[in-house]
């Protein structure tokens, strides 16, 4: 119980961060204007009424005003950053070059490091 409890807290605190609740509001608010007007119109006239930018309701009001005080409070670098990660997705990469060794590249261990000079045992040695 107290593992769902911390992930549904936690859900939400991510959602009040990213702004998604506004958004969450407004589909509340769009849904309950719709409904209100399918009681007295037409499906498709109420459908038309809900989203009709020059009536909103309350709650159409209240969720555009703190949309705006929360774009008002972001600071400068957040707002601008949108462009600069569009021009870090778009960045082309140098591809590499891939050359072959010179000749004048080192010999390889084997013909510099020391040789074994006597011979192996035949039969391992007991102590």
Known sequence: MRKKFSIACLLFAWLCANGALLDAVQVFAWGK???????????????RATF????PCELCRGVAAAK???AQQLPASVENSGAEKLLLALHSVALPDFV????????????????????????????
């Open 33 to 47: 204007m719709f409904s209100e007007n399918a009681r007295v119109m037409d499906v498709a006239e109420a459908l």
């Open 100 to 127: 072959s060794p010179s000749a004048d590249w080192p010999a390889t261990l084997a013909s510099v490091a020391p040789s074994r000079t006597e011979p192996v045992p035949v039969p391992p040695p007991r102590v």
């Open 68 to 70: 705006e005080t929360a």
């Open 52 to 55: 009709d930018p020059e009536k």
